[in-house]
């Protein structure tokens, strides 16, 4: 059973940057992708961005060009680098395998983009 661990939000002013992390308590390598997922109040989890195992990745267009995904499968751990961050980025963001298993969300880690 793997347990993930997100860590990294905070709060931050439009225009910032977070580097937010996935810690997993099992091996990552056999999840063939990856993927960061974010819900905002009143809205249903969507998925942000995923990276396979040999790197090839794919970002929603609301975030393409400002976030970066990034695992390291002997670490087992994934990032999720989000640059020219705006208001609308405000969400409790959680890692998961893509398609998401339910057995493994975690807490996620709040981002709250404001002035």
């Known amino acids: 059973q793997v347990q993930l661990v997100e860590s990294g939000g905070g709060l931050v002013q439009p225009g910032g940057s977070l580097r937010l992390s996935c810690a997993a308590s099992?091996?990552?390598?056999?999840?063939?992708?990856m993927g960061w997922y974010r819900q905002a109040p009143g809205k249903q989890r969507e998925l942000v961005a995923n990276?396979?195992?040999?790197?090839?990745?794919n970002y929603a267009d609301a975030v393409k060009g400002r976030f970066t995904i990034s695992r390291d499968n002997t670490k087992n751990m994934a990032y999720l680098q989000m640059n020219s961050l705006k208001p609308e980025d405000t969400a409790v963001y959680y890692c998961?395998?893509?398609?998401?298993?339910?057995?493994?969300w975690g807490q996620g880690t709040q981002v709250t983009v404001s002035s």
């Open positions: 099992g091996t990552i390598f056999s999840f063939t992708v």
């Open positions: 998961n395998r893509v398609p998401a298993y339910p057995d493994y």
């Open positions: 990276i396979a195992r040999n790197g090839w990745t």
